[in-house]
């Protein structure tokens, strides 16, 4: 992307970027995996539709529509049987695929069936997709892709602005010298991975003349690694340090209700064996955990007050703007109903106008 000057104006607005009436479909994650026990059934809403998930005896977890095709029941009211559900009101049983297979008072059941939403679990965490077959993989760190990892959960919070001004902090350049201070230059490369992910690389060399840089310089010669990989618009999975260390960061968020955002964040680092290596895992993860809540105070108060909108972009923006154009040409879904988002003024999917500006070359 060339900026042939300072200021940029934009001629299209987003269509899906920081709109409370859309998402993207893609994998959201639902609750940790350790709050769903063996048997246990409990009711959830998910980017606004009411959901039931339950976990059969063999430890699958499963998702349907919470009420029943009956009368409307919660199905949360009712109870697991092996891997199937029954309903509390009138002792309708579904097997894990949501056929009715049980009707009490019945000879045989009806042909009903309840919608069955796509799970998986991963990372210690619940996911669902949103669509009818999974297109993509979860999301994943490239680095770390067949790898194993240990993971501890760092924080879970809600922020009065949309999950998507939350997920370009980590690619503003310019907040982390004016917010956080850090005398390091930032400079972001784009790479798309899929058409549901893109990564954001910054290698930057360790110079200055601040006692910060003085003291690591003194250790470590090489450049730091910076790494942010997208997912669906709503997961970022953040790869920082040396060579010889590298931390891994997932930032996974979910629009909730007048537009606000709920965060979950997890810490990865790469498993190492034996008891040497578990111990060292743990005091590494322990240690970022305490540095993150530090690092990000400035960002949470910034966020219960922003009312984000990009009026006067800058050439020091265009990996935001760069991530906007990824975000407006994912698969947009309607808030609670799940459906294609469509209007009369949008061109199909494959047709739609990229939000750019009209001097700006991605």
């Known amino acids: 992307m060339n900026v042939n000057s300072q200021n940029v104006s934009s001629n299209r607005k987003p269509k899906t970027f920081n709109n409370l009436e859309r998402f993207v479909e893609g994998w959201y994650w639902v609750i940790p995996s350790k709050n769903l026990r063996e048997g246990e059934v409990k009711p959830i ?42 309903c509390f009101f009138h002792h309708w049983k579904f097997d894990a695929e949501g056929i009715c297979v049980d009707i009490p008072c019945l000879d ?27 297109q993509l993989p979860l999301p994943y760190i490239p680095e770390l892709e067949q790898k194993e990892c240990d993971v501890t959960f760092a924080s879970r919070l809600v922020t009065n602005c949309h999950p998507n001004v939350v997920m370009i902090n980590v690619i503003d350049a310019q907040h982390f010298n004016s917010v956080h201070k850090l005398p390091l230059k930032i400079d972001f490369e784009k790479y798309e991975l899929n058409q ?6 910054n290698i930057t060399p360790i110079s200055g003349d601040s006692f910060f840089i003085k003291l690591i310089s003194r250790f470590y010669k090489n450049a730091i690694t910076y790494s942010i990989c997208y997912w669906y618009g709503s997961t970022g999975m953040v790869t920082f340090g040396p060579d010889f260390l590298h931390l891994h960061f997932m930032i996974s968020l979910r629009l909730i209700e007048e537009g606000k955002a709920e965060i979950m964040t997890l810490l990865m680092i790469k498993k190492r064996r034996g008891i040497l290596g578990r111990l060292y895992n743990h005091f590494v993860l322990w240690l970022a955990k305490i540095l993150g809540k530090k ?21 020091a923006d265009r990996s935001i703007i760069q991530f906007i154009n990824h975000l407006e040409r994912q698969k947009p879904l309607m808030w609670k109903s799940w459906q294609l988002a469509r209007s009369q003024d949008v061109e199909s999917m494959q047709n739609r106008d990229r939000w750019r500006d009209e001097r700006t070359n991605d």
């Not at 998986?120 to 996911?127: F, N, Q, R, V």
């Open 108 to 134: 045989e059941p009806l042909s009903t069936k309840l919608k069955v939403w796509p799970t998986a679990e991963k990372y210690e965490t619940i996911w669902i997709w949103t669509g009818e077959i999974p």
């Open 295 to 315: 690092f990000i105070k400035g960002d949470t108060k910034l966020f219960q007050t922003i009312q984000f909108d990009l009026k006067t972009p800058i050439k």
């Open 45 to 86: 809403t998910i980017l606004g539709r009411e959901l039931v998930i339950y976990r059969g005896e063999d430890r699958r977890v499963i998702i349907f529509d919470a009420y029943c095709p009956h009368m409307g029941a919660h199905l949360a009211e009712g109870k697991v049987e092996g891997n199937e559900l029954r």
């Open 196 to 201: 549901n992910a893109i990564i954001f690389n």
